[in-house]
Nanobody, 121 residues
């Protein structure tokens, strides 16, 4: 059984910052790419940022220069540092990870339960 647990969501004023964390636990052989997505009310879930095991990163245009994704492979954890937050960043933020479990040869994508980020104007 694999779990991804996010933390760090909160209510913050515009211009503020937050740091989200997502820890993977359970029966894990290896983790490939990890990422953050978000879903605002009435909108589809969208990519925020991804990071490979080798630390290559990719960002949505809307967060470039403000958000930074990082990971600690020893802790199976991915982070999202969010600076200069805007009201339009308000959403539920989800992490995901491509994980290979012992005895399997393929990676499967797992998702966390989400953490709410609310940015007030």
């Amino acid at each position: 059984q694999v779990q991804l647990v996010e933390s760090g969501g909160d209510l913050v004023q515009a211009g503020g910052f937050l740091r989200l964390s997502c820890a993977a636990s359970g029966s894990i052989f290896s983790i490939n790419a990890m990422g953050w997505y978000r879903q605002a009310p009435g909108k589809q879930r969208e990519l925020v940022a991804t990071i490979t095991r080798g630390f290559s990163t990719n960002y949505a245009d809307s967060v470039k220069g403000r958000f930074t994704i990082s990971r600690d492979n020893a802790k199976n954890t991915v982070y999202l540092q969010m600076n200069s937050l805007k009201p339009e960043d308000t959403a539920v933020y989800y992490c995901n990870a491509d994980i290979r479990t012992p005895g399997n040869y393929r990676y499967h994508t797992y998702w966390g339960q989400g953490t709410q980020v609310t940015v007030s104007s």
